[in-house]
C-alpha cells in the first residue's frame, strides 16, 4: 500500500513540479515555493491519492526537506515538492547511527499518559507497582499472549489493560467476559497465559466501546500496543529486558 502510494505521489508531484506551457520558470520556482504553496500542493495531492487526511507538514531539520505524516507513516519532500522519499534516514555523524525518521514519529505518536481514561482499563500489579504502562491488547491476538507472559517478569510496574478487540469476530465477547468477571486480572492472565477462557457471562456494561473509540483517536491499528509513562508507544511484542529498558528509561523523564 505504502509503496504504491509512494510511486503514484512521487508521479503526481513531479507532474505538478513541471512548467505549464508559456509560463516563465522563474516565475513558476517563485510560485511553487511560495509560503503556503508547497504546504497545500503536497497536502492536496496525498489526500487525493491515499484517500486519507495528511496529519502534519514540518519542515524537516536537514537538507531543507518537509516531512509529511499520514496513515502513521512520514515521508519527505522538497521545498518544490518534486520528490518524495520514503524510509528511513539516518544521521551518521555521531558515534552511533540515529534513525532521524524512528525519532521523529516517535514524538509524533507520543501519547499523553496521564490524559489515558484509566478508569476504561484493569490493573496488574508486579512488584511495588511504582511504574506505570498501558497495554492495548486483543484476547485473540498470539503476540500479546506472548508478551502477557513475558509482562510477568516486569520489574515493579503497573500495568493497565485496555481490553481491544479488534481482530476476529468472538474477540468482543471474550474482552467483555473478562470485564465482567470478579478479579478481572486473574481473568485474563488465565486466558493469555495459561490458555483458560473467562466463565462470567458478557452481559455487564464495559469500556469496549469506549476503547475502541480511544484507540481510533490515537491511531492505534495493532495489538499488543504499550504506552509508557514519558508517553512512547511501541507497537509490536518484545522481551522482558526491553520492557524493563524501557520502563527504566520512562521513569528518568
Same mark, same amino acid.
Given at each position: 500500500?505504502?509503496?504504491?502510494?509512494?510511486?503514484?505521489?512521487?508521479?503526481?508531484?513531479?507532474?505538478?513540479?513541471?512548467?505549464? *506551457?508559456?509560463?516563465?520558470a522563474?516565475q513558476k520556482?517563485?510560485?511553487?515555493?511560495?509560503?503556503?504553496?508547497v504546504?497545500?500542493?503536497?497536502?492536496?495531492v496525498? &489526500?487525493k491519492?491515499?484517500?486519507q487526511k495528511?496529519?502534519?507538514?514540518?519542515?524537516a531539520?536537514f537538507?531543507?526537506?518537509?516531512?509529511?505524516?499520514?496513515?502513521?507513516?512520514?515521508l519527505?519532500?522538497? &521545498?518544490? *515538492?518534486?520528490?518524495?522519499?520514503?524510509?528511513d534516514?539516518y544521521?551518521?555523524?555521531?558515534a552511533?547511527?540515529?534513525?532521524?525518521? &524512528?525519532?521523529?514519529?516517535?514524538?509524533?505518536?507520543?501519547?499523553?499518559f496521564? &490524559?489515558l =481514561?484509566?478508569?476504561?482499563?484493569? !490493573?496488574i500489579?508486579?512488584g511495588?507497582?511504582?511504574?506505570q504502562?498501558?497495554?492495548?491488547?486483543?484476547p485473540?491476538?498470539?503476540?500479546?499472549?506472548?508478551?502477557?507472559?513475558?509482562l510477568?517478569g516486569?520489574?515493579d510496574?503497573?500495568?493497565?489493560?485496555?481490553?481491544?478487540p479488534?481482530?476476529?469476530?468472538?474477540?468482543?465477547? %471474550?474482552?467483555?467476559?473478562?470485564?465482567?468477571?470478579?478479579?478481572? *486480572? %486473574?481473568a485474563?492472565?488465565?486466558?493469555?497465559?495459561?490458555?483458560?477462557?473467562?466463565k462470567a457471562? =458478557?452481559?455487564c456494561d464495559?469500556?469496549?466501546d !469506549?476503547?475502541l473509540?480511544l484507540?481510533?483517536k490515537?491511531?492505534?491499528?495493532?495489538?499488543p500496543?504499550?504506552?509508557?509513562?514519558?508517553g512512547?508507544?511501541v =507497537?509490536g511484542?518484545?522481551?522482558?529486558? %526491553?520492557?524493563n529498558?524501557?520502563?527504566?528509561? *520512562?521513569?528518568? %523523564?
Amino acid at each position: 500500500m505504502l509503496k504504491s502510494l509512494v510511486f503514484a505521489l512521487t508521479l503526481c508531484l513531479s507532474a505538478l513540479a513541471l512548467p505549464a *506551457a508559456g509560463q516563465d520558470a522563474a516565475q513558476k520556482d517563485k510560485a511553487a515555493t511560495a509560503p503556503g504553496t508547497v504546504e497545500q500542493r503536497i497536502r492536496e495531492v496525498v &489526500e487525493k491519492i491515499s484517500g486519507q487526511k495528511v496529519d502534519s507538514i514540518n519542515k524537516a531539520p536537514f537538507l531543507g526537506l518537509y516531512e509529511v505524516m499520514v496513515a502513521g507513516d512520514l515521508l519527505y519532500t522538497d &521545498e518544490k *515538492a518534486t520528490f518524495l522519499i520514503a524510509g528511513d534516514v539516518y544521521d551518521l555523524r555521531g558515534a552511533q547511527p540515529r534513525n532521524l525518521k &524512528e525519532e521523529r514519529l516517535s514524538k509524533l505518536n507520543a501519547i499523553n499518559f496521564a &490524559e489515558l =481514561p484509566l478508569d476504561q482499563s484493569f !490493573k496488574i500489579v508486579r512488584g511495588n507497582g511504582k511504574r506505570q504502562l498501558a497495554y492495548f491488547s486483543d484476547p485473540n491476538c498470539p503476540y500479546c499472549k506472548r508478551l502477557d507472559k513475558d509482562l510477568m517478569g516486569a520489574q515493579d510496574v503497573t500495568v493497565h489493560v485496555f481490553l481491544y478487540p479488534i481482530l476476529s469476530a468472538d474477540s468482543s465477547a %471474550k474482552a467483555k467476559a473478562v470485564w465482567c468477571s470478579p478479579d478481572r *486480572a %486473574k481473568a485474563w492472565i488465565d486466558m493469555m497465559v495459561n490458555g483458560v477462557e473467562p466463565k462470567a457471562s =458478557p452481559t455487564c456494561d464495559t469500556p469496549i466501546d !469506549k476503547n475502541l473509540a480511544l484507540g481510533q483517536k490515537y491511531r492505534i491499528t495493532g495489538t499488543p500496543t504499550l504506552v509508557f509513562e514519558n508517553g512512547q508507544r511501541v =507497537p509490536g511484542a518484545m522481551p522482558v529486558d %526491553k520492557i524493563n529498558s524501557l520502563l527504566a528509561d *520512562a521513569a528518568k %523523564k
